[in-house]
């Protein structure tokens, strides 16, 4: 079976779950398109970079990502390192004819993505922008139920994602503050995984109204370029910077069929932790999915006799999207980590198939597009045309 050499870029956080996908994907889905080889991991602290390479398993690593596209046996660039450096290692990457997974959001700004995408294109590479959510089975299986008609013509949809990590003033100044390094906040950092799955659920989106905020100003400065998460509190002595993008957003969208909705993003929502959330409601029914309860969909058809018409749980199983090669059966647990695996096997495959997966970098381009717009209607406080991919 062909194998294939990996080159992973940034060894945090994202590293450690793509690392354990690599390692998984070809135990859930055997026969596996190819099986991933971790050849090289790169991070710019030398020991977080030495350290990886023995806990992920990686066969060497290296403090320069140069060395990684300049590996000839390289065959695939990971790239897992903060937002401000995807653009200039996924361009490289795809002039020295690498495949590419990257992380979520895509670049800085659409002009950064447009350049990243055609690049891509130019080179005839393979693409993957590492919106892993939309990967979840029952998000594939509300897809499903839409595609089919089961709840009719789409009206509206709300979503959400809220966290409370970093809704303590004391949580340190990380890259995730810092609008170079970041781009922007709350809406680029998680507020782009829910219009990636309601952009993929619902359809194109056309105009948006946006408001944003920055309900906590400054924040204690940290050393290091990892975020830990909030998991490291400083103390009141320490010295703060101010925080130069949004905590929080929230805007209406107007979809180009029609479809309006509403999206909230925000970092300051004590006892949320993971709280993704759609409700689609449709001419024949409503979806409602809770990423905190992801086995679950809630849907109710409007068909159903009135006397037993309400909402009902499907637990996701074998029957489901993907779920021939999960788990034998429903509810014994689709993690975090299945998300990545499944995204893992369909850039894999793709790969292997000489076509774009999805999502791909044209869609993280409509996307920073679409991020643009809101950070442009929070400014004007209008409505905002989303400018087309060109
Ligand atoms: N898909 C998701 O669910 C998800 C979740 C978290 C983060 N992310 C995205 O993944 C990316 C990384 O986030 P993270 O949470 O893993 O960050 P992190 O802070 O945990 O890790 C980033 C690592 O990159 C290293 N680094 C920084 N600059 C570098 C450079 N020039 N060369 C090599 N290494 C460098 C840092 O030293 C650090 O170890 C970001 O784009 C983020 O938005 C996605």
New binding site residues.
Partial sequence: MKKMNIGL???????KAHSIAYAGMPMFFWPAPAIPVKKTI????EE?ARDSADKLAFKTYSTD?RAIIEDPEIDIVDI????N??AEIAIAAAKAGKHIIC???LALTSTQARDMYLAAKENKVTTMV?F?YRKTPAVQLAKKYITEGAIGRILDFHGTYLQDWSADPNSPLS?RFQKSICGSGALG?IGTHVVDMLRFLVGDFDSVNARTATYIPERPTQSG???SLGNIKSSSNTPKKPVDVDDQCCFMVQCKNGAFGTIEATRNAWGRNNFITFEIHGTEGTIYFNYERRDELQVCFAKDNDDRRGFRTVYTGPSHPYGSSLWPIPALGIGYTETKIIETYDFFKAIMENRQPEPNFKDGYAIELISDAVLESAQTQQWTKIKEIS
């Fill in positions: 870029i940034g060894a945090g956080f994202m590293a790169v991070d710019i602290n977080i990502w897992c390192t903060p937002n450096i995807h992380e979520k959001p590492a892993n890259w950092d370029l990892s975020d």
